[in-house]
């Protein structure tokens, strides 16, 4: 089965940081991309930022310039630096990997189950 565990979250301050990890293991052939959703109470999922094999990266426009994506593909690490966080960005953030299991012959998304991040005073 493949796997992916997020962690860091947990309740910061306005402005503050905090830095997500997630690691992707199992019977994974191989990875095209790896990235993080969010998800707020009463909204859509929506992608944070995403980083291919490689190394092309694509955030959202309201993160860009206060997150930063970066890996580690020889240990199928995915980390998320969040610097000046708002309270608009209090969601479960989910991480993503479009990969290929070793019984597969196209590439298919996998979801760990999510980490809390809650920006508030």
């Known amino acids: 089965q493949v796997q992916l565990v997020e962690s860091g979250g947990g309740l910061v301050q306005p402005g503050g940081s905090l830095r997500l990890s997630c690691a992707a293991s199992g019977s994974i052939f191989s990875i095209s991309a790896m990235g993080w959703y969010r998800q707020a109470p009463g909204k859509q999922r929506e992608l944070v930022a995403r980083i291919t094999s490689g190394g092309s990266t694509n955030y959202a426009d309201s993160v860009k310039g206060r997150f930063t994506l970066s890996r580690d593909n020889a240990k199928n690490m995915l980390y998320l630096q969040m610097n000046s966080l708002k309270p608009e960005d209090t969601a479960v953030y989910y991480c993503?990997?479009?990969?290929?299991?070793?019984?597969?012959?196209?590439?298919?998304?996998?979801w760990g189950q999510g980490t809390q991040v809650t920006v508030s005073s």
């Open positions: 993503n990997a479009l990969g290929r299991r070793y019984s597969s012959t196209w590439d298919e998304p996998f």
